[in-house]
């Protein structure tokens, strides 16, 4: 676990069995003013994956001050010609107290508010590297004690519904869903928790 000033972050990643690479990247960083997390799934599994995945990573590091529909944009240019990639990204301004979010393919979001959850988001379809038909972007208030769950397509709609989701501690989520999820995981599999704690730290 990693523990900020204003934000704690803790991730579970596994590969698909029998794949020695992780087609799934993800970064985050924390920053004065703002926090950024991203998460990418490169199409297919393995070292091919890898590579699209890591290309998001890369573009979203040099460009991370920009707007979540501009870097989303950017990813999408880098990635034509490659294998392709989705990817959810979410930035939170300690400024204006808000949250923006957005995702393409299939990484989800669970937003909840002191335990209660909140909603879920809907990504837009299509994938990086193709001719997509733009993204929606979702900004909202924030709240303290907001925990967001970003995920890839590797954890199953079922094993969201369990109660350790709910936990305020981090690092908690993460070691719960290792220990209670399938351990022979059938497709690359990245659960970050993601906590604002609020100005008190």
Do not use: W
């Not at 939170?92 to 393919?105: A, E, P, Y």
């Not at 379809?125 to 193709?130: Q, W």
């Not at 519904?161 to 908690?172: A, G, L, W």
């Amino acid at each position: 676990m990693i523990s900020g000033k204003y934000v704690d972050v803790s991730v579970y990643q596994k590969s698909k069995k029998g794949n020695h690479f992780c087609g799934d990247s993800y970064f985050f960083i924390e920053e004065d003013q703002m926090f950024l997390g991203v998460l990418a799934d490169g199409l297919g599994s393995g070292e091919i994956a890898k590579e699209s995945s890591q290309a998001v990573i890369d573009i979203v590091q040099q460009h991370k001050y920009k707007t979540v529909k501009q870097i989303i944009d950017l990813c999408n240019k880098q990635l034509i010609g490659m294998r392709g990639a989705v990817m959810g990204i979410l930035k939170i301004d300690f400024v204006d107290q808000t949250f923006t979010f957005s995702s393409i393919g299939n990484i989800g979001i669970i937003i909840l508010e002191k335990g209660c959850k909140k909603k879920r988001n809907i990504p837009s379809s299509g994938y990086l590297g193709s001719r997509y038909r733009g993204v929606k972007v979702m900004t909202e208030k924030l709240s303290e004690g907001t925990n967001f769950i970003v995920f890839s397509d590797g954890v199953k709609d079922k094993e969201l519904s369990e109660y350790y989701f709910k936990d305020y501690k981090v690092e908690r989520i993460t070691d719960a869903y290792a220990q209670y999820s399938d351990s022979a995981r059938q497709d690359d599999t990245t659960l970050m928790a993601i906590r604002y704690k609020g100005e008190k730290g």
